[in-house]
């Protein structure tokens, strides 16, 4: 992997966890030394285990096979959340984990834009 590219992974981690914060999530940048559950790309109290991807084009089913490697030992369902130069974020989770998380939605709300 080329310096230009780890630091575009860099610079996504810390995007993803200010987009976090602004939305009221406890998050920041996961300490990278080799990946894996004890060093996320992004350390949160968001309900799942975050694999950050900031690339033009994605190979999304390696990512995510790569989050759910990571997230097995972490205890917490995987996403992954990405996006392309100028284009937003979007997250990628399985319908069995998002089924889970809108079913434990208490109040059952519609999601807001």
């Known amino acids: 992997m080329s310096k230009s590219s780890r630091n575009k992974g860099k610079v996504g981690e810390r995007e993803c ?3 976090l914060r602004e939305m009221g999530w406890d998050a920041r940048r996961g300490v990278q030394h080799a990946g894996g559950p ?3 790309d992004v ?3 968001f309900p799942l285990h975050i694999e950050v991807k900031r690339v033009e084009r994605l ?3 390696k990512a995510y096979v790569q989050a ?5 030992a972490a205890g917490r369902p995987p996403c992954v959340i990405h996006r392309a130069s100028r284009q937003p974020w979007l997250i990628t989770l399985s319908l069995e984990d998002f089924n889970s998380l809108i079913r434990h939605n208490p109040e059952n709300k519609p999601c807001q834009h």
């Open 68 to 72: 759910m490697e990571d997230a097995a």
């Open 17 to 19: 966890a200010a987009v």
């Open 59 to 61: 190979n999304l089913w």
């Open 43 to 45: 350390v949160s109290d």
């Open 38 to 40: 004890d060093s996320p």
